[in-house]
C-alpha cells in the first residue's frame, strides 16, 4: 500500500465531510432559495455522493494507474473550489441584506416600493461552472474502472489496516542502546512489594520512541523471571481482540495451546483459575482501544492473582494510558543524542563508532540529530545506509524528505501514519493544516485555534455548547495526549512538533502546502502545481525582494500567507512594494494573513476588499479594514499605530 495514496485519501474524506456539513446549513439553503440555486445545489449533493462512494478504491488504484491520481487531484482541487464558493454566500447574504436595507430606506422617502430580491453577484455562473466540473468528474467513474461493486469501502478499509498490522515478540533484538535509567525506574516499580493488588503501569510516547524495547528490556531481565510466577507478552495493536488477547495469556499460562473455545466465559473462568494466588507478569504491547468495556472485562480474571502482580501496557495515547492505568504513567522520551549515534552506527556499520569510516561522520551526526532522538528513525536510516560508503550516497538520505526515502527498510512512516490513520476525522484536516509550521517553530495554542477558525476547519457548535475557541483547545489537547504535539519550553500555552511528525504534516498536506526557508524550490514544481497551493509560509530575511516570490502569481487561491520570524531574528525586515501592492489584492479567498515585524510604511486599502479574511496580524492597519466583513481575530500586538484604529475593531 503506498503511504502517499493512503494519508491522502484519509485527508480528502475528511474534506468531503466538511463539504457536506456546509451544504447542509440553514444559512446556505436559504439564500440558495432565494437565488433560485437550490437545484443546483442539490446537484452537488447528490454528485458528491456518487464521487465519495468510489473515492477510497480510487485512493488505492492511483498507485498503479496514472489516470486514476490525475483524477484524484482533480477532485481535490475541486472540492477546494467548491469550499472557496460555499464561504462567499454569507458574505453575499449579508451583504444583500444591507443593500436592501438601504433600497427600502431610499424607495420608503421617495413613497415607492422596490423588489426585495437579492442581486446575483455572479453567484450563479460560478456556481454553474462547478456543477459542470462534478457532472465531468462523475462521468468518469466508470471510464477509470471505479466500481464499488468490484470491492466494498469496507472491505478495503479492513483489508488496510490488515496490511498496516504491527507485531511484536518478547524478545530483544541484537543491538540496544541507552534507556539504562529507564530500565532501572520501571524494575523498581516491578519489584517493589505491593500489597495492593494488581497494579497497571502505562508506558506512553509517540510512534518509534522505543516503548516496545523498554518493555523488552525489563520483561527478559533476570530479576523479574525470579520474581513473577508467570510472565505473558501479548501484542494487542489495533484491534482489541478480547478474545484473542484471554486465549494468549491462558496459553501463556498453561505453557500450551488451549482446547478451541469460542465462549469468553469458559476461558475466563479457566484463566481465573490459574491466575488464582499466583503473582504474574503482563505486557499488553501497543493498544489502541479506548473502550473501557472491554478493559473492563479482560482485567476481570487478573484480579484473582496474587497482591504484587503487575501488567505493563505501551500505548502511544494518552487516553488509553489514563483508562488503564491505577499508577501513574511512564511518558518515555527522546533518546539522547550520544546514545543515538551508537544505534545509528552500529546499523551502519556494524560498530558502534565511526573509527573506521571517517569520510562520513559528519554526514552521519547531520542524519542522527535530523532524526531528534526517535529511535526508529535513527535505526532504520542507518540500515538504510548499511553497506554504503559514498558520501554522495549518505547525502542523499542527508537531505531527502521522509516520503523520498527508499520503501525498502522504511519502517519510519507506516509507524507515524498508523497514529494519523487513529485521529478522529475532525483532527485529521487540522493536523495537516500544521504542516504550515516551520520545523522547530513553538506556536502558542491561541495563535493555532484563530487559524482553524479562519480556515473554517472547526465547526460551530450548537447555542449552549461549546465555543469553537474551547472545541479548538480541545482539539489541541488530543492532538498533545496522541504525541502529535510536545509542550514547548515549559510553557503552559506553547506547543512544538517532533520534526519527523511536521514531515509527516506536510506529507499529509501534500500539493496543497508550501513552506519555504530560503526562497522556493521550484525546480520539479510545474506551473499546474503552484496553482494548486492553498497555504503559504516562509521565513523572513532582512530584504524580502520580489524576487523571493517570482512564482507567486501563479498562486491565486491561497487561503493562508504567514511570515515566521526565524529564532535569531529581533529587528524589523524589509518586504517588496510588489508584493503588498501587486500580490496581496490578488488573493481574494485569502483567510489568513500575517505579516508582523516587517517595516511597512503604508498597507494598500486594497486589502479591505479582501472580504474572506478572517484572522489578521500586521505591523499597521489599513484604513479600509472597517470593510473586512468576516474578520473574526485581529492581532495588534506589533501594531505601532494604535491610535489609528477604525472605530468598531475588536482586538
Known sequence: ?????????????????????????TQLLSFAKQNQVGLEVKKWRNLLLKIQAVLEEAETKQITDPLVKIWVS????????????????????????TNNSSNMSCAWFAGTRRSHSMPDYGIRSKIKDVTDRLQCISSEINGLGLNLTKIAVGDMSKSCRLQEKRLTTSLIGDHVCGRETEKEDILQWLLKGDENGVSVMPIVGMGGM????????????ERVANHFAIKAWVCVSEQFDLMMVTRIILEKVLSNSYECSSDLDSLQVRLKEELSGRKFLFVLDDVWSESYHQWDLLRRPFKAGAPGSKIIVTTRHCKVALMVGNVAAYHLHALPYDDCLSLFAQHAFGRRDFSAHLNVEEIGQGIVRRCKGLPLAVKTLGGLLHGKRTCDEWNDILTSKLWDLPNEGNDILPALRLSYHHLPSCLKQCFAYCAIFPKGYEFDKDELVFLWMAEGLLLQQPKGMEQMEDLGHKYILDLLSRSFFERASNKESRFVMHDLINDLAQFVAGETCYSFTDKFKHVNISNASFEKFRYLSFTKQNFDTSQRFEMS?????????????????????????????????????????????????????????LKHLRCYKLCRLPATIGNLMDLRHLDITHTKALNEMPSGIVA
Open 1 to 25: 500500500m503506498d503511504a502517499l495514496s493512503v494519508v491522502g485519501g484519509a485527508l480528502l474524506a475528511a474534506t468531503f465531510q466538511w463539504l457536506f456539513a456546509k451544504l447542509d446549513s
Open 74 to 97: 482533480e477532485v481535490r482541487v475541486l472540492a477546494f473550489d467548491m469550499e472557496d464558493i460555499l464561504d462567499e454566500f454569507p458574505l453575499l447574504f449579508d451583504e444583500a441584506q
Open 210 to 221: 522505543g516503548k516496545t524495547t523498554l518493555a523488552q528490556l525489563v520483561y527478559n531481565d
Open 553 to 609: 502569481h501563479h498562486m491565486t487561491c491561497l487561503r493562508t500567507f504567514l511570515s515566521f520570524s526565524p529564532f535569531s531574528h529581533s529587528f524589523r525586515s524589509f518586504l517588496s512594494n510588489s508584493v503588498l501592492h501587486d500580490f496581496l489584492p490578488k488573493l481574494r479567498y485569502l483567510r489568513s494573513l500575517s505579516l508582523c515585524d516587517y517595516n511597512i510604511k503604508k498597507l494598500p486599502e486594497s486589502i479591505g476588499e
